[in-house]
């Protein structure tokens, strides 16, 4: 397996796992496995997680955004919570973890793009995401409704007034609040209700949307 080849089979892809390369090349794991292990110390390919690569940069002819990256490192999974809110500016703050959702274990990888963390929800709770471009390409990306419920959701503590007003929620205009309420309901935990009930409360809206 010589490297230029793999460079004309997969340069123009932002990432690929083993299984493609060993597909393309047909060579055997083994072989695949050693030989980009010594690419990779060559600082020809960059590991992203087990079994998973991308080409340096000088090689690639695609670009790599850390947001579409997090897709793709542990499928299926869309960006939530945290980060997602930040990327929405509803949240101030500017969130250095990729933060998504699975109905996966959960997991989270270092690697040169970023910090990626997923949390696990049931399948039921699998819902809620778009295509959203991000720095030049698609993302899978909650809506900002769902955003704000996968937050209440998967942190643990109680939702009270107190602690709405430390997250400092700003442009809350850009949260339906009648789709926020459909979604909560479709999740029906008291716990979420309750927080969108305490959220409404405590943060300004121009429409007050239906009751949940």
Same mark, same amino acid.
């Given at each position: 397996?010589?490297?230029?080849?793999?460079?004309?089979?997969?340069?123009?892809?932002?990432?690929?796992?083993?299984?493609?390369?060993?597909?393309?090349?047909?060579?055997?794991?083994?072989?695949?496995?050693?030989?980009?292990?010594? !690419?990779?110390?060559?600082? /020809?390919?960059?590991?992203?997680?087990?079994? $998973?690569?991308?080409?340096?940069?000088?090689?690639?002819?695609?670009?790599?955004?850390?947001?579409?990256?997090?897709?793709?490192?542990?499928?299926?999974?869309?960006?939530?919570?945290? !980060?997602?809110?930040?990327?929405?500016?509803?949240?101030?703050?500017?969130?250095?973890?990729?933060?998504?959702?699975?109905? $996966?274990? #959960?997991? @989270?990888? @270092?690697?040169?793009?970023?910090?990626?963390?997923?949390?696990?929800? /049931? $399948?039921?709770?699998?819902?809620?995401?778009?295509?959203? #471009?991000?720095?030049?390409?698609?993302?899978?990306?909650?809506?900002?409704? /769902?955003?704000?419920?996968?937050?209440?959701?998967?942190?643990?503590?109680? !939702?009270?007034?107190? $602690?709405?007003?430390?997250?400092?929620?700003?442009?809350?205009?850009?949260?339906?609040?009648?789709?926020?309420?459909?979604?909560?309901?479709?999740?029906?935990?008291?716990?979420?209700?309750?927080?969108?009930?305490? !959220?409404?409360?405590?943060?300004?809206?121009?429409?007050?949307? @239906?009751?949940?």
């Amino acid at each position: 397996m010589r490297f230029d080849d793999v460079v004309a089979l997969l340069g123009a892809e932002p990432s690929f796992d083993l299984a493609t390369v060993t597909q393309l090349t047909a060579e055997p794991r083994a072989s695949v496995v050693s030989q980009l292990h010594r !690419w990779g110390r060559a600082g /020809k390919v960059v590991a992203l997680r087990r079994g $998973r690569y991308t080409l340096a940069d000088r090689y690639r002819r695609a670009p790599l955004a850390p947001a579409t990256l997090a897709n793709a490192l542990h499928a299926p999974s869309y960006l939530s919570g945290p !980060w997602a809110l930040s990327f929405y500016g509803v949240i101030p703050e500017s969130v250095p973890v990729y933060t998504s959702v699975t109905t $996966r274990t #959960p997991r @989270e990888f @270092e690697n040169p793009f970023g910090t990626f963390s997923y949390r696990n929800v /049931k $399948r039921e709770f699998f819902f809620g995401y778009h295509a959203v #471009p991000v720095a030049g390409s698609d993302a899978i990306v909650a809506t900002v409704e /769902k955003a704000l419920l996968d937050l209440f959701h998967l942190t643990p503590g109680a !939702w009270d007034a107190d $602690r709405m007003v430390e997250m400092r929620f700003q442009q809350t205009e850009l949260l339906d609040l009648d789709r926020l309420g459909v979604l909560a309901r479709r999740m029906a935990q008291p716990r979420i209700l309750h927080a969108v009930e305490v !959220w409404r409360a405590c943060s300004p809206h121009d429409d007050e949307g @239906e009751e949940l």
